[in-house]
C-alpha cells in the first residue's frame, strides 16, 4: 500500500518540519493543496517562523496581524530570492531631490529647501513634508543648508548649516508620528565640524562631532547625547584614541539593541602595524545612561596580516542585526591580495563576526584606552514653546575645556580563530574569476553592500556596454547580485550519503561548531539584460547622461538610488536646477505601488507633465505643487511619485 506524507502523525510531521531550511518548508507548503492546509496552521508557521525569521520585518508583520505567519514566511523566501537572483519585482521613480536617506523603509529626501519624508514599505501614497526653510523664513532667520540627515522610530533629524561665517550649526529633531502637526520639535545649537553623525531612537539622539582637539592633533569623535523627552543635554565626552574618521569606511556608529555602538576596523593611527594580528576596537555603553563607569570596550579578532595586504579603497563596514538569531553583527568587505599574491590576484571577501561583548565576571585587561570623561554641561534648555516643543541651546567654543579622562579597560577577549563557512562569503567561488562573469572597475562601482540575510552581495554600476534597444548610449546604471545558498549536509553518493562531520580543533579536541556547512555557490547576474525593453532602459537611466555621479543606499529588500550632476549632499538656498529623479528597484513582492502598470503594458496617463522626450521635468512637478504662502510647514501631501506616475511592475 502506498504511503504518504499526509499519512504520518501530526507529531512526526512536526519533527520533520524542524529539520528543513527555509526553501524546503515553503516547498512543501506549495507542494499538495492538503498539505498546505495542515502546515498553514499558525502554530506550526508561527513556530518555524521563530526559528527562522524571527527578527525579520515579515515576521514582525505577522505578530502585528498585518498578514498571517504563512504569508510572511511566503513574502520573506519570496523577498530573498528575488534579491538573491537579481530579480526585481518593480522599478519606478519615487520623487526628485538633491539629496535623500533611505533607512527602516522610509525615504527622506530634499527638494527646494523641503524635506519630505514617504514609507517605501508601506507603498504610501502621501508624504510628510517639513519645510524648515518656510519656518525660518517666518522667524526672519536665514537657510543655509541642511545635512546629517538621519531617521529612525518616528524621528527626523539633521544638521542645518546657517552658513560658513556663523561660529555654530543647529541640529534639529522633530517628532514625525503625527500627520498635522509635529509632536516635539527640538533644536539646540552646536559648535562646527568636518563631520557630523547623528543617531537617535524616539528617546534618546547622540550627535557626534569629529574634531581635531586630540592631543597629537588627529581628529577624534565628540559625542554629545541628548534626551528627546525634555530637550536637556547629558554631559559630553570624546571618543578619545578611537581611530577612524570615514563612517561606513574604517567606522561605524550605531544604535541597537538599547545600546550605542561604536566600532571602528583600526586600532593605531601607524601606517604599519607591529602586531601581526589585526583587531576591531568595539565601545558600547546603554542609551539611557552614558557614564563611564558603564562603558564597555574591546578588542574583538578581525584578521591576520599573513592574509595578504588589503585594498582601501573596497574597504566597507556596518553592523547588522541577524534576522534568524537577532545576534549583532559586524559586517566587512574586502579586497585583499590573498597570501601575498600579485595585483591579478586581488580578491575580494565578505565577512561576517558576531558582536561579543566580554563577560565581566572573568574580563582580564589587557590594555587601557581614555574617553574623555563628562565635563560640566556647556548646553542649557533655555526655551520652551507651549504648543510645540521647541528646545533652544546654545554653546560658545571658545568656553570649552579638555576634559579629565578615565581610564576605560580594554578586553582583547576574541582570540585568532579559524574562519567557518557560513561566516566567509567571496566574490568568486573558484580562485580565478570565471571567464562568463564580468567585474567593474572601482570608479565604475557606485554602490556596495552586502546583506547576510539573503546570502548575496549587491553593486550598483555603470556599463559601457549599450543596450540593445540603445546602441548609442555611452553607459547605463546596472545591478550586479552575487549570491550562494546552504548546500545539503551529506557526502557521498546517493546509496551511501553520510552526514557531513566538523572539523576538529587541534588544541581542543573539540568540535568546531558551523564547520560542516558548505556553500553552492549561485553564480553572479546582471540586471537589466541588454535585450530589456527601451522603456525600462529610460527609467533606469533617467537623468544620468554622460555624469558618472551616482548616490545609492540599499537594505535587504531594495535599492533607491539618483543618478546625474546634482548638488552633493546638501541643498544650499533652495536653489533650483539641481534636483534629480529619484529611482526605486524594489524586491519585496509585499511592497505595491498602486496604479504601476506592467512592464510593456498600456502607458499610464499621467497626472503632470512630460517633456518631450517622455521624461518627466523637475519643473513639470514644481508646477503640479505650488504651495500657498499661508501653508504650514509641517504638513501632509499627495506622493510625489504618485504625480510623477513613472514606473513599472515587472513581473
Known amino acids: 500500500m502506498a504511503s504518504s506524507i499526509l499519512s504520518l502523525p501530526l507529531e512526526l510531521l512536526l519533527s520533520i518540519v524542524d529539520y528543513l531550511n527555509l526553501a524546503d518548508f515553503v516547498s512543501l507548503l506549495n507542494a499538495r493543496r492538503a498539505l498546505a492546509v495542515m502546515l498553514s496552521y499558525d502554530g506550526i508557521c508561527s513556530r518555524f517562523a521563530q526559528d527562522h525569521i524571527q527578527y525579520s ?22 523577498r530573498r530570492e528575488a534579491f538573491a537572483l537579481c530579480n526585481p519585482v518593480s522599478a519606478n521613480v519615487l520623487g526628485y531631490g538633491s539629496s535623500f536617506v533611505y533607512r527602516e523603509g522610509v525615504l527622506c529626501y530634499l527638494r527646494n529647501g523641503v524635506i519630505r519624508l514617504m514609507d517605501v514599505h508601506a507603498g504610501a501614497n502621501t508624504e510628510t513634508v517639513i519645510d524648515y526653510q518656510r519656518y525660518l523664513r517666518r522667524r526672519a532667520q536665514l537657510f543655509g543648508q541642511i545635512e546629517s540627515i538621519h531617521f529612525a522610530d518616528g524621528f527626523l533629524s539633521f544638521v542645518h548649516d546657517p552658513g560658513p561665517e556663523e561660529e555654530r550649526v543647529e541640529l534639529v529633531a522633530i517628532d514625525t508620528r503625527n500627520k498635522s502637526t509635529p509632536r516635539r520639535f527640538l533644536k539646540w545649537c552646536m559648535a562646527r565640524g568636518s563631520r557630523y553623525f547623528v543617531r537617535h531612537t524616539s528617546r534618546y539622539l547622540y550627535y557626534g562631532l569629529c574634531t581635531g582637539n586630540a592631543v597629537d592633533s588627529h581628529q577624534e569623535w565628540r559625542v554629545s547625547p541628548f534626551d528627546l523627552s525634555n530637550g536637556s543635554i547629558l554631559a559630553a565626552f570624546q571618543l578619545t584614541d578611537f581611530v577612524g574618521a570615514d563612517i561606513g569606511s574604517n567606522v561605524v556608529f550605531e544604535i541597537m539593541d538599547g545600546y550605542f555602538y561604536a566600532l571602528s576596523n583600526q586600532t593605531t593611527l601607524e601606517a604599519q602595524e607591529e602586531d601581526p594580528t589585526s583587531y576591531y576596537r568595539i565601545l558600547r555603553f546603554p542609551i539611557d545612561d552614558p557614564r563611564s563607569e558603564r562603558m564597555e570596550q574591546w578588542l574583538q579578532w578581525r584578521r591576520n596580516h599573513q592574509e595578504g595586504p588589503i585594498h ?33 590576484k586581488l580578491k575580494r571577501t565578505f565577512y561576517t563576526e558576531p558582536v561579543i561583548p566580554p563577560l565581566s565576571s572573568n574580563s582580564a585587561v589587557s590594555e587601557t584606552s581614555s574617553v574623555s570623561a563628562p565635563s560640566t554641561p556647556i548646553f542649557a534648555t533655555t526655551t520652551i514653546s507651549p504648543e510645540v516643543s521647541i528646545h533652544s541651546t546654545s554653546s560658545s567654543s571658545a568656553s570649552q575645556t579638555d576634559p579629565p579622562t578615565i581610564d576605560i579597560p580594554i578586553t582583547a577577549h576574541s582570540p585568532p580563530h579559524a574562519r567557518l563557512p557560513h561566516t566567509t562569503h567571496p566574490e568568486y567561488a573558484t580562485p580565478l574569476p570565471p571567464l562568463t562573469y564580468r567585474s567593474f572597475l572601482l570608479s565604475k562601482t557606485k554602490h556596495r553592500a552586502y546583506h547576510p540575510g539573503n546570502a548575496a552581495f549587491l553593486d550598483l554600476v555603470l556599463d559601457s556596454t549599450p543596450p540593445s534597444s540603445h546602441p548609442k548610449l ?79 543606499q540599499s537594505d535587504e529588500r531594495s535599492v533607491v538610488y539618483m543618478a546625474g550632476t546634482g548638488s552633493g549632499s546638501s541643498f ?37 507633465k512630460r517633456s518631450s522626450g517622455g521624461v518627466i521635468s523637475a519643473e513639470a512637478v514644481a508646477v503640479a505643487r505650488t504651495v500657498a504662502d499661508n501653508a504650514p510647514w509641517y504638513r501632509r501631501e499627495r506622493a510625489m511619485w504618485a504625480d510623477i506616475d513613472r514606473g513599472f511592475r515587472l513581473r
Open 57 to 78: 520585518t515579515e515576521a514582525r508583520r505577522a505578530q502585528e496581524g498585518i498578514l498571517s505567519y504563512r504569508s510572511g514566511i511566503q513574502y520573506y523566501f519570496e
Open 312 to 344: 582601501d579603497s573596497w574597504t566597507d563596514i556596518a553592523l547588522h542585526k541577524n534576522e534568524r538569531t537577532g545576534t549583532l553583527e559586524i559586517v566587512e568587505t574586502r579586497a585583499e591580495w590573498q597570501n601575498g599574491q600579485g595585483s591579478s
Open 474 to 552: 555611452q553607459q547605463q546604471v546596472r545591478l550586479r547580485i552575487g549570491s550562494r545558498v546552504q548546500a545539503h549536509p551529506f557526502v557521498g553518493d546517493d546509496s551511501h550519503a553520510l552526514l557531513r562531520k566538523p572539523d576538529i580543533d587541534q588544541d581542543t579536541g573539540l568540535s568546531v561548531e558551523g564547520s560542516e556547512e558548505q556553500f553552492v555557490d549561485r553564480g553572479i547576474r546582471i540586471w537589466p539584460p541588454l535585450d530589456a525593453p527601451a522603456e525600462l532602459i529610460n527609467l533606469l537611466n533617467l537623468g544620468l547622461g554622460t555624469s558618472s555621479d551616482v548616490e545609492a
Open 572 to 608: 544650499r538656498d533652495g536653489a533650483r536646477g539641481c534636483d534629480r529623479p529619484i529611482v526605486l528597484l524594489n524586491f519585496d513582492p509585499f511592497v505595491r505601488f498602486q496604479g504601476l502598470r506592467r512592464l510593456g503594458g498600456e502607458e499610464n496617463v499621467p497626472n503632470c
